[in-house]
């Protein structure tokens, strides 16, 4: 069997559009449960949670779930409540997200942490992380509870690591890849995976789809923080440069800085270290990311995992389900054009 390539044209826009369209119905059960389970007699959990979950997100991690499931011909309803944990997992995460990074934007609208106090946001994320467990316990399986309350572990683990690295020139491109396979792949990992348990199908069924959720997070974190450094609020959700003035060893910069002669190094520890976080700082930041290609081969290597997350589902029969998988890597790796 043929395996798809990435289609590399910025002028053909993929969308998510064939996605949307294929779990449509099942994305409305989903919906149901996630607006269900985010209830309290406390008003301040589901005003604050309501908050970020009906702001504008594209809930591609619960659809990758049901697509999974598509993909495998799974006709049951499981996955309906599995899909609603996956989301409240990564609600609960950004909650704590913008807290830990004093954000002040997600998704082009005010944090919750700026709204209503970091005290309030940290909760209600662990409201929600509270949530998604009795989801996975309902649904019975424990294999899927492994795979979740796993995802959720490596997660944890993943932004501890990446706070440990904040403001570290020497961070490594092999840590960066460590902290984003564990802070975004895990997740996207774990809501394929889950597909293939609701289907009951086989151990090889689970790996790959497990390895195209895996590829197409770590693609997706990659172009995030390329395109920190080329776009602006109103395409990325939060103020440009956010990244930089809060001192994010991402792999634009790892790159720039290990390409630079003396004068740039010294000028990336400085801007990494806090010293240099201006708006001419930045400007210069990315003035010397194109100059040492930086930003395009942060988005090469978005393309190279995009292109493994495709090969992992080649060997399953052509499908409806299977066209809008591999139209969201697209999509995933073409919003940096």
């Known amino acids: 069997m043929t395996a798809t390539v990435l289609r590399l044209d910025p002028s053909d826009k993929p969308t998510l559009d064939p996605m949307i369209s294929l779990v449509a119905t099942d994305m409305n059960l989903v919906n149901n449960v996630i607006l269900d389970r985010m209830q309290s007699e406390i008003p301040l959990i589901p005003e604050l949670a309501g908050h970020l979950i009906a702001g504008g997100g594209k809930r591609l ?87 979740l309350s796993n995802a ?43 597909g293939a348990v609701v289907a009951e199908r086989s151990e090889a069924d689970e790996a790959a789809l497990d390895a195209y959720g895996r590829n197409l997070g770590i693609a997706f974190q990659l172009v995030d923080d390329a395109i920190d450094y080329t776009s602006d609020a109103g395409t990325m959700g939060k103020d440009a440069g956010d990244d930089f003035r809060e001192g994010k060893m991402t792999l634009p910069v790892i790159l720039a800085y290990a390409r630079g002669d003396e004068e740039a190094r010294k000028f990336w520890k400085d801007a990494v270290e806090g010293r240099r976080d201006s708006d001419d700082d930045l400007a210069e930041a990315i003035t010397r990311m194109r100059e040492t290609r930086a930003v395009d081969d942060t988005l090469a290597r978005a393309r190279h995992y995009g292109q493994r997350a495709m090969d992992s589902i080649s060997g399953f029969p052509a499908s409806a389900a299977k066209d809008a998988m591999i139209e969201a890597v697209e999509f995933a790796v073409a919003r940096a054009f």
């Open 61 to 147: 991690r619960p659809m990758l779930t049901l697509a999974s499931a598509r993909l495998l011909d799974y006709s049951g309803t499981r996955h309906h409540k599995l899909a609603a944990a996956v989301e409240f997992i990564h609600t609960a995460t950004l909650l704590h997200d913008d807290v830990v990074d004093g954000s002040d934007l997600r998704r082009g609208k005010r944090t919750a942490n700026l709204i209503w106090g970091n005290s309030a946001s940290v909760l209600v994320g662990d409201f929600l992380f509270s949530r998604s467990f009795e989801l996975m316990v309902e649904d019975g399986s424990l294999k899927a509870l492994r795979i």
């Open 152 to 194: 959720s572990a490596v997660i944890a683990e993943g932004e501890v690591n990446q706070l440990t690295a904040v403001r570290r020139i020497e961070t490594s491109e092999e840590r960066y890849l460590e902290i984003i396979g564990a802070k975004t792949a895990a997740l996207f990992a774990a809501a394929c995976r889950i």
